[in-house]
């Protein structure tokens, strides 16, 4: 029928602006590198931040002691105690307690956040074993894992620089992250001292190195995006510090801020951009991370249901709330392997109310969610591609080997995504690419590298 042509020029005009061919990605990853350098040559000179972490020695397996971290990233906030055995002796316990950041908390105050934060610390220490307790007149010591651009001062202080990934608390902007926490802490009556402010991808290459000494790159794909790696100190023009004696300096680049002319953006991803809290900002985050792929998804669903009638003669109104239809939805969707495809079916049902699907339609919402994933984890890899270039690692040099830290729930979940991700960059690096770089899953390695360096920067070292 007519209806079902117009709704696959839809999908075809998507699957060509979404092209990524090799060439394109190419420029994507140049684009990447000169950011780079731009951001790192003065302060201010790219959409990418790279920040300076203030961590100048990745961890070398030798910490020892209980330490703990907080991990504040997006959807999901965790506290974390880990021992360590010293030399030799590795992680010897882990423990963590989980909780979903009530959404009201996340547009509120900065106090009502870090008391929620601050309580969740509280009841784990009150229920923690005594053989924990740290002996008398010694504190306990935390790294606290905050995944938002931040301004470091120093290893354990920083100041907020603005909020993405849904997060808006004005009064917090400008102010230091620790004083906020500690002040906090204070309130609920917690004696901890905060040793390290970190963020997941500084934490997860802390935590990828202490168990691979290799991983020189931290990749966070989950409700955002951002990357980190391990840069020569001497090539940072904006850095006025002292050299620090390992010549390196970790920088947290906040990717998901990158943007290029090279970047293929449809009138969704304008659209989505144009509507969100952060509008003009983190356009990279929007195109590939977690947060946002389900609802580019559901925007591409409603156009073809007004256009082409695709669900039917009414566009179904719960296709019209925007973010309806999650990440984890889609890829469940999109990994469908029942031959009637009833994943999709009863996703379609029970998100959107719209029942009686034919196998047609589901045929083509899986289409659809192929085309927007696999975008995603091509530019990803792009990116990825980029940060190897300007490291002089995307090259094969013989035994030398990057690995990569990759976490979040995206990579974690969306095996089609993770794939297409991996296969992507090995096509990137040519030849003999999968010799040269490793992909190493760094489960829960932003709380734990946290940890390690709350160990490594201790009050009492
Ligand atoms: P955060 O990024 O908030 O710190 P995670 O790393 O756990 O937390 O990532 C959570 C995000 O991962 C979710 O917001 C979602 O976008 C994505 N995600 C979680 N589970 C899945 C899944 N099964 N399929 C696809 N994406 C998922
Ligand atoms: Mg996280």
Redesign the pocket.
């Known amino acids: 029928s007519s209806r079902w042509a117009r709704a696959m020029a839809i999908v075809r005009e998507l699957e060509e602006k979404c092209g990524s061919p090799e060439a394109k990605l190419k420029q994507v990853a140049d684009a990447m590198t000169v950011e780079m350098h731009a951001g790192l040559a003065s302060e201010g000179g790219s959409k990418l931040k790279m920040l300076i972490s203030h961590v100048d020695n990745l961890p070398t397996g030798d910490e020892e002691g209980v330490y703990y971290a907080l991990d504040l990233?997006?959807?999901?906030f965790r506290v974390l105690r880990v021992e360590l055995g010293g030399k030799t002796g590795g992680i010897v316990s882990q423990e963590f307690a989980e909780a979903s950041i009530p959404p009201e908390l996340m547009v509120g105050t900065s106090e009502a956040l870090f008391d929620y934060i601050a309580a969740e610390l509280a009841k784990f220490i009150t229920e923690e074993e005594e053989k924990y307790h740290p002996p008398p007149g010694r504190q306990r010591e935390l790294g606290f894992t905050f995944?938002f651009p931040v301004m470091q001062n120093s290893i354990n202080s920083g100041t907020l620089m603005r909020w993405t990934k849904g997060f808006s608390i004005d009064d917090m902007v400008g102010n230091d992250v620790v004083a906020e926490l500690s002040k906090a802490m204070h309130r609920q009556g917690v004696d901890v001292h905060v040793s390290a402010l970190v963020n997941?991808t500084i934490g997860t290459l802390a935590g990828g190195r202490f168990s691979n000494k290799d991983v020189a790159i931290a990749v966070i794909m989950?409700?955002?995006t951002n990357a980190a790696y391990v840069e020569r100190a001497q090539a940072i023009p904006k850095w006025h510090g002292p050299l620090p004696n390992s010549g390196e300096m970790v920088i947290n680049m906040e990717w998901g801020n990158f943007k290029s002319s090279h970047l293929p953006l449809t009138e969704y991803d304008h659209a989505l951009d144009a509507e969100s809290l952060n509008a003009g900002e983190q356009v990279f985050e929007k195109l590939i991370s977690?947060?946002y792929l389900g609802e580019i998804l559901r925007r591409v669903l409603l156009r073809m249901a007004e256009e082409a009638a695709f669900f039917g003669d009414e566009v179904p109104p719960k296709l019209k709330t925007p973010f309806v239809l999650r990440?984890?939805d889609m890829?469940a969707m999109h990994h469908d392997t029942s031959a009637d495809l009833r994943v999709v079916s009863n996703k379609l049902k029970d998100i959107f109310e719209v029942s009686n699907t034919t196998l047609k339609t589901r045929r083509a919402v899986v289409e659809l969610c192929n085309i927007i994933a696999t975008r995603g984890a091509r530019l990803a890899a792009a990116g990825i591609f980029g940060v190897l270039k300007k490291m002089g690692k995307d090259t094969s040099t013989g035994a030398e080997k990057t690995v990569i830290a990759m976490d979040?729930?995206?990579y974690e979940?969306?095996t089609e995504y993770r794939k297409c991700l991996e296969n992507t960059l090995i096509e990137l690096l040519g030849g003999d690419g999968s010799s040269s770089i490793a992909f190493e899953h760094s489960n829960d390695g932003s709380g734990i590298g946290a940890a390690l360096l709350a160990a490594s920067h201790s009050q009492y070292r």
């Open positions: 990233g997006g959807t999901n995944s997941d989950g409700t955002g977690g947060m990440t984890p890829s979040g729930g995206l979940h969306y």
